[in-house]
């Protein structure tokens, strides 16, 4: 079993930045790819960016080289830097960590980008 939890999701105003950060604990053994989804009510879950074991990142087009994943293998840790955020991106951020053939999913961190 793994439990993952997000946080760092706040109220921010355009054009600002925040971290997002996804803590895992439990065993990883098998872990495959670990990614960033955000979701809008009314609207279905989107993935915004993954990384896999191996280091190789994808990224949604969207994303517009504002957004970068990066983890602490040391620290069982996930973190997504937002940067230049946009109204648009107001969402609910869900981390995922993909081990063996299972998804873990966490709670959702709440980013609100408002003047």
């Known amino acids: 079993q793994v439990q993952v939890v997000a946080s760092g999701g706040n109220l921010v105003q355009p054009g600002g930045s925040l971290r997002l950060s996804c803590q895992a604990s439990g065993s990883v053994a098998g872990l495959k790819l670990m990614g960033w989804y955000r979701q809008t009510p009314g609207k279905q879950r989107e993935l915004v960016t993954f990384?896999?074991?191996?280091?190789?990142?994808n990224y949604a087009t969207f994303v517009e080289g504002r957004f970068t994943i990066s983890r602490d293998d040391a620290k069982n840790t996930l973190y997504l830097q937002l940067n230049n955020l946009k109204p648009e991106d107001t969402a609910t951020y869900f981390c995922?960590?993909?081990?063996?053939?299972?998804?873990?999913w966490g709670e959702g961190t709440l980013v609100t980008v408002s003047s």
């Open positions: 995922n960590y993909m081990v063996g053939d299972i998804n873990y």
């Open positions: 990384i896999s074991s191996r280091g190789i990142k």
